[in-house]
């Protein structure tokens, strides 16, 4: 037996592993990405990989007797950018191009892409000198100071999968610290450009399954006081010693055509692998409940069936008896089903990532609602969580909409935010619970005209109340809503960043239930130091929200308290992970029209 050390740096790549004692040996491409994909399903993140190839065009002539033999440096900062001395780290060099200004590199730089991370990625382009012909050709060992600088370019991955093509040509830019004698061009000529071209590398097999069941002739499930129930189904796979894991729970089902014993639910898509591992043979147990409102949920019948199963029972419109969980449990007539299970639909087709949907032209909305009721006390107190400090110091406001913003505003074209308040006195004593943060217009040029929007606004209203969140939902949802009847592939992000709880907890539920039709999600931030334990149930992580009978279609909300967070990073992460996952489940669930690469059709 040997034991292995495995060398991840923070982007995980070089990927290596070695011996106790050896040297280290390099994994082979696959290898590489199957160990990339396995760390990030470890640390729970969505698992996206691209890999960026380079050209360039009219570099420098730094050599006397010959053209540039030009390399490429790719260096990489995820920290606050914003701040001076950023860490910086180098993640790979391409292979030497030997005399030529125009050169095509073969080598691409592979690197992990994170949605909640803001990636500055910089290029810097060197004619390499001091490795001599016969050599190994080890690029990873120069020393980049002994080498002809031709120029560099910066630009954000966000920047680059939004591109058009994916592809972005930016001009070379001098350093202010290297020398250019003896060349016919300088800092202040041009430099040549340099083509950075991104695509994902799929890690596994993408399938979607689209399923879709109906239920006929179940069980009355009688309670004592309150009557029949209504059924659901809860899908769980099945381990070979007999376990269970749950997969997916539908909403309470519809009553169908044929009177008050039938029922039907609507479509559910999911990945094949979440399913049952990729396994089209794998059993799945599904339970038919009813659930009643004031009693225990009780158990209708199971079957256990495959995707395979599901398929063809799908394809015969064949109904599967669901059989009774207890043989005590007898029908009139002696037998022990508790109904019919049909399967309506067993879809499996190719699923689309969150990053195809970006290529595809999909835009994310990123919206404001901001918190102006009086427990965030006076702005002009030094003790208020609205405080404007005259040093330029973040208050808590300001930081939660700086983080998240820096990231998502990559991702919308025009970069016209919607910007709300709410709770606050507008003056003649009326309390507004939707207001515009920039009166002449809804929406404001960027995440610096959301700042300055709110550094106004904070002086010329007064703090009032109480705290409601359901209109800014409810404004948002119009206009998710609008995106959508107009065909159009966006979707939308609200940003609600709050004091305290909210006082409107029921209609913003139903609210929330509301927009989870929609393409729309919903991140709330909780700042200062009041007890947000009740935010907790709108983050329905375990559970679908439900409220007056009815249930969410999908969760869309993400909670965090800030005092929780130690850095902005954790804050983005925290908030902003789930989210290219919201927008595929969204995308897939049929209700957009999906534009087809290279055709006027659309996938649906």
């Excluded at 749950?246 to 692998?273: E, I, K």
Aim: proline fraction near 5%.
């Amino acid at each position: 037996m040997w034991w292995c050390l495995v060398d991840l740096c923070e982007i995980c790549w070089p990927f290596r592993i070695r011996r106790l004692g050896d040297t280290y040996q390099s994994l082979n491409a696959q290898e590489q990405l199957e160990a990339v994909q396995f760390m990030m399903k470890q640390s729970g993140e969505e698992c996206a990989v691209v890999r960026i190839s380079l050209s360039a065009r009219n570099l420098l002539g730094m050599d006397l007797f010959s053209k540039s033999d030009p390399m490429v440096v790719v260096e990489l900062c995820e920290a606050n950018t914003d701040a001076p001395g950023s860490a910086w780290s180098e993640i790979g060099r391409t292979e030497i191009v030997s005399n030529n200004l125009n050169p095509i590199w073969v080598k691409s730089i592979t690197l992990n892409y994170r949605f909640h991370v803001a990636q500055l990625i910089r290029f810097s382009v060197y004619d390499v000198d001091t490795l001599s012909w016969g050599s190994s050709n080890d690029v990873s060992t120069l020393q980049l100071e002994d080498q002809d600088f031709l120029g560099a370019t910066e630009c954000y991955l966000a920047e680059l999968v939004r591109a058009n093509g994916q592809a972005v040509t930016r001009e070379l830019r001098a350093s202010p610290q290297k020398s250019y004698a003896g060349t016919n061009r300088g800092p202040q000529g041009r430099m040549g450009t340099l083509t950075i071209l991104v695509e994902e590398v799929p890690l596994e097999r993408r399938e979607t399954v689209i399923l879709q069941f109906h239920a006929r002739d179940l069980d009355k499930m009688n309670s004592f006081l309150f009557g029949k129930g209504t059924p659901y189904l809860k899908v769980s796979k099945l381990f070979e010693d007999g376990s269970a894991a749950p997969v997916f729970q539908t909403p309470l089902a519809v009553v169908g055509q044929g009177g008050n014993l039938v029922w039907d639910w609507d479509p559910t898509v999911l990945s094949l692998q979440d399913l049952c591992n990729g396994d089209r043979e794998r059993p799945l147990r599904i339970e038919c409940f009813g659930y009643h409102i004031f009693s225990h949920d009780t158990l209708i019948g199971s079957i256990v069936r495959s995707v395979k199963e599901l398929a063809e029972d799908a394809q015969l419109s064949r109904a599967i008896p669901l059989r009774s969980p207890s043989p005590q449990r007898k029908r009139p007539d002696d037998s022990e089903v508790g109904g019919k299970l049909s399967c309506k639909q067993c879809r499996l087709t190719q699923s689309i990532s969150f990053l195809q949907y970006l290529s595809m032209g999909c835009e994310i909305s990123f919206q404001v609602a901001i918190d102006f009721t009086a427990s965030n006390r006076h702005p002009s107190k030094m003790n208020s969580l609205h405080y404007i400090h005259p040093q330029g110091w973040e208050n808590p406001y300001q930081r939660a909409i700086r983080t998240v913003g820096r990231v998502i505003e990559f991702y919308d074209t025009d970069r016209l935010f919607p910007a709300w308040g709410f709770g606050a006195n507008l003056g003649a004593g009326v309390v507004s619970h939707c207001f515009n943060l920039n009166p002449l217009n809804s929406e404001v040029a960027g995440v610096d005209g959301i700042l300055e929007a709110y550094s106004r606004m904070v002086h010329s209203v007064s703090l009032a109340g109480p705290t409601l969140f359901a209109p800014v939902i409810a404004k948002s949802s119009e206009i998710a809503e609008a995106h959508l009847k107009a065909g159009q592939l966006k979707y939308s992000v609200l940003l609600i960043i709050t004091d305290g709880i909210i006082n409107d907890m029921e209609s913003t539920i139903h609210a929330i239930i509301q927009a989870s039709r929609l393409p729309l999600s919903i991140l709330i931030i909780g700042v200062g130091p009041a007890d947000f334990s009740a935010m907790e149930a709108l983050d329905s992580d375990k559970k679908l929200l439900t409220c007056c009978g009815q249930q969410a279609e999908r969760d869309i909300v993400q909670f965090v308290e800030m005092q929780n967070i130690t850095s902005d990073n954790q804050l983005a992460r925290e908030l902003l992970a789930e989210l290219p996952g919201q927008v595929v489940r969204f995308m897939s669930s049929g209700l957009v029209r999906i534009p087809v690469p290279g055709s006027s059709l659309y996938r649906t």
